[in-house]
């Protein structure tokens, strides 16, 4: 990284997004003096999903201009980078023809979901005047269900006979490298179209001319069917490090083919969703940092909803607790203590069983003995936590008075066993039901560990105060 | 799936995991029977992750045995899969020249990590032992700080010269086909290995035999530097839908490539850290579901004393408020309310911002405009629960008492304004102090939310009660 490092030489990741947008200025800049023949060739060498980067960071009025620039061929992948939301708004800007001529080139999977984003109507107009197989592509994947492998997968792989020689078949590669998504893993069929083994360019690059393709397949098998949830078909690549998975309809004949950087788009997804339900805000897939004010706001109440129902009680709970807090106001002090721990010893729980869940490490050890670990955990904690919360309530919140401060350390010892166990247990019995257990198991687990463990409190205390 | 469907016909991974336990079982079961060959056989067809996952299922006593049925050369990569504990035991039971065996033919980047586990006593041992080449080769990846690139890259790639010939460069891959990563992504570099330039084995095969490298060959070169962190090569990956980065020195020589699949462990691994540390749980990279109770608790104790303290800190405001409690009992009724909803708001900003950061999302709003943003939110969701909490104070918990009703509204419409501004500027005042956003920011916006939303709570009844 010497002298002139951009855009002729190479650019290292350090300054990547410092040069994503001085690229991004500086089109917009030579856009603004209608220098287009300087902004076409400051994207010459820049890669597309950077240019698509610049183009999002564009005024909208602007972004039309900037994206006729581009050769035709670097237009498409640019189109397939751009946010559905950007997609959305070109597409709208577009001449007929010049919608068409892009619609038409774009990989089947990246054109099945801009029709999911388009309005209705005008996805009826495109498909109509898609070519005959490329509409027929689109139709396929549209008759899936969002979010499995049939919607996700694509149509365009290259396939080969078990009688094929080691050069036929890269004949028939050289022939298709230009319309298919991949040309290293490659897909044996017989005459019905069922897979009946897999080979890679790198086997057929290494075997002699000669040998035939059947020789050489590998036949230990690995698919999805079209119906597979899409996290599942994530953790299947990644646990095979393949770089494609074959999809398969119910009779196993071959349907398509998903790649490993789709993979990459659907973790990050999906993570993204655990995150956020695990924060307490719904995702509905697209961009928090793109939607209204008025939808981000609505993707957070309904949780705040949940916990302002769950503290009502609590609250009935404490104020049914009147008499003992008139004669001990100074109960009152460790509240915020008993259900903030509570709350945070099952939230810790939870979020190693729901990880756990989805990455498939918990099953190394049964349910049970994950409860019973958490819950020992819990106790451990407690201990600790109810020790040191007795002596400082004792020293400095409530100073000489012992019962109080034995009240609240035992306290803290029952309500992170209830927290942990709780924490631990409900993602399991969610998961048996079906229910997504990041959603659902932070409201419950608030409820449940805030109503029972102020119970617990003010039970102790008339015990131990005899009140 | 017919008949029969397992081992010899294809597998679908709707029944994988119930398979992979079949195979654990029945391989249990064939060593406890001292059935060797039936043992065997049952390995035969299966994929080397689902062996490794076999084997970590077993007693460890029998591991072992089960790893020696395995040909040598499945050995290998079985062992590449296996969960760093299991390897490190099988390691302590192997005789002097299995180990060697083994270590020798790893790949230089699981053989780093392997190293990073093992005693430094059978390191240093085993290092002297290796082939020279390879003792080079994990030397120099053992020089890198671990979770950066130079670390976790691989030092055996092909590089081709510009001069070369298509079809030269077809011979070349077919010779080193077997000693190699991959060979999809090549590399050019100079007499001086300065990287030039990148091509792919699709280029290649598409190419005319008699065309240059250099004719051919794209020159816009993505790569990272050694000491780049693992996370941002995830990202430069995932954004160019690489299937292989090359990483260069400061010199900007070619030292190695790191390949999508290992791309798809660093994300899982970074994931699970993001979403431990907003659990408040601690993770060192390691299978919380393997470690031992102590270790698991001593994650999670941490965070619980920064609680605590917090906790310490509200309840001594509470307590200093008794006057006001003594006279408006019912004040306490709302406290696990205020600080509880608090959090939550809290939770919701950092949880968005923070994921934000990590997938790049976030900038394409500047800082100022999320926390703005966050703070209208807060206000909107602060009046709607205000609202709310006030009618159900009024009717439910503090019957007719109007005066308490309406200020715990108002605390409610403030703190979820204070939480919203907290929860997402903290993380990027932390980011730019070089501190990670995902473990600094909980511990801090709870106690500013906690502290400040109880003064908040006791000012405002002492203003509107008049005490």
Redesign the interface.
Known sequence: ?TENNYPSS?????S??ELRDLVRSQLQALLEQQNLAGAKALLV???P?DVADAI??LPETIQVIAFRLLPKNEAIEVYEYLDSTVQKSLCEKFKRQEVLDIVDKMSPDDRARLFDELPAKIVRRLRAELSPQEREATSLLLGYESETAGRIMTPEYISLKEYFTVSQS?GE??RK??VTET??SLYVTDSQRH?TGIVS??DL??AEPEETVGEIMG???????TE?DRE?VAR??????F?ALPVVDRE?RLVGIIT??D???I??QE??E???A????QSDGD????VG??T??RR??V???V??L???V???I??AQ?DI??KV??L??????L???G???G??S???VI??MN???????GPIQ?IV?EG??GA??GS??GI??TI??YL???PGNFPVSITVGVSLLAIAILASVAGSSLPFLFRSFGLDPALMSAPFI?TAV?VLG?LIYFNLARAILQI
Chains 1, 2 share one sequence.
Do not use: C
């Open positions: 990284m190479p650019i290292s990741n350090f990547r997004r060498p820049v890669q999903a999002e960071g890269l590669i050289r490298a230009n040309v290293y897979l360019l790198r690059v290494v036949r230990d098998l690995v698919f999805v069917h597979t599942e299947v690549i990644q646990r095979y490090d770089l196993q490993v950087d993979v990459l788009d973790l990050e993570t993204t655990d995150i956020y695990l924060g307490g805000v961009n928090y940092f793109q004010l008025f981000a706001a957070r109440v949780w705040l909803f916990l302002l769950t503290n009502t609590t609250g009935s404490i104020s009147e807090l008139q106001v100074a009152a002090a460790f509240i915020p203590l259900t903030g721990t709350g945070n010893v939230a810790q939870s979020t190693v990880r756990g990455t498939d490490e918990i099953w190394k050890m994950v670990r020992l955990a451990l904690l600790i936590l040191l919360a400082w309530a400095f919140i409530v608030t805030d102020v």
